[in-house]
Each structure stands twice: as C-alpha cells, then as structure tokens.
C-alpha cells in the first residue's frame, strides 16, 4: 500500500504527502515487529506449556489461557473468565 500511496502513476492527484509518507512507514514497521513478536511468543507458549499443536484452535487458546493463569501473568478477573468458559465447555 505505502508504494502505491506514492506513485503519481497509479494515485494521480491523490498521492500521499511527505509527512503521510514518513508515518505510513513507521507504523508499517510497528505492526511487523508485532507480528514477530506475536509468532515468537506463540511458539514460546508451544514449546514450555502446550500439550500438542493437533488440537483445535478452540483447544490451544484455553491450554494457553490456563498456562498463563497457573504462572500468574493474567489478572484475577481472567480467571473468573476461563472458569466461566470451562463450566460452558463442561455443559455442552
């Protein structure tokens, strides 16, 4: 997209300015560190807590979920979350 905001060519007398340019570009910067970021710290959750990556999507968000709870990073309020959602899993 930032390449074509920039060619005259192809935006005709929209093309972006200076300014929207130079934001454009730090900002795509910003969500490809957080896609690695996001990748790595997947990977990281399979690797030590997860406990196989055949399951469903459904299956390795509550493993991951869980994981999170028992080492203490998520809040109180998460958890109360994760056993409402373990008691609807249970009943259907």
Do not use: H
Not at 21 to 29: A, F
Not at 39 to 55: H, M, N, P, W, Y
């Amino acid at each position: 997209m930032m390449l074509m905001a920039v060619r005259p060519d192809v935006m005709g007398r929209f093309v972006i300015s200076f300014r929207l340019k130079v934001l454009g570009w730090v900002y795509t910067e910003v969500m490809a560190i957080a896609v690695i970021a996001m990748f790595c710290s997947l990977a990281a959750v399979i690797r030590i807590g997860a406990k196989s990556i055949q399951g469903t999507f459904s299956e390795l968000f509550y493993d991951l979920i869980t994981l999170l709870i028992k080492e203490n990073i998520m809040k109180k309020s998460l958890a109360v979350q994760v056993n409402r959602l373990n008691a609807l899993m249970s009943t259907s």
